[in-house]
């Protein structure tokens, strides 16, 4: 069973940063891509990012040039470096495989890391 553990998450002024990690457990993690999807107050869980294999990050463009995707395969871990955070960013935020489509592989999600952006 795959299984998501997120953090890195906290409270951060606008304009802070901070880096979100993702260990991924019972999956081929080396082999998949993998995104990053976050969940706003009130609304829905949106994808955020996606990464290949072996590179080719994509990311929505509310958050191009401000957040970069990684990965190391040899520790299944998914990083998430978020700069110029701004008060919309506000979400916890989750780690899931990812299809072509940009839809999570998994029905199984992590308890995910809050980010909170506050002045």
């Known amino acids: 069973q795959v299984q998501f553990a997120e953090s890195g998450g906290g409270l951060v002024q606008p304009g802070g940063s901070l880096r979100l990690s993702c260990v991924v457990s019972?999956?081929?993690?080396?082999?998949?891509?993998m995104g990053w999807f976050r969940q706003a107050p009130g609304k829905g869980r949106e994808f955020v990012a996606r990464?290949?294999?072996?590179?080719?990050?994509k990311y929505i463009d509310p958050v191009k040039g401000r957040f970069t995707i990684s990965r190391d395969n040899a520790r299944s871990t998914l990083y998430l470096q978020m700069n110029s955070l701004k008060l919309e960013d506000t979400a916890v935020y989750y780690c899931?495989?990812?299809?072509?489509?940009?839809?999570?592989?998994?029905?199984?999600w992590g308890q995910g890391t809050q980010v909170t952006v506050s002045s």
């Open positions: 990464i290949w294999p072996f590179g080719g990050p």
């Open positions: 899931n495989g990812i299809s072509g489509t940009g839809t999570a592989l998994y029905d199984e």
């Open positions: 019972g999956s081929d993690f080396s082999e998949q891509g």
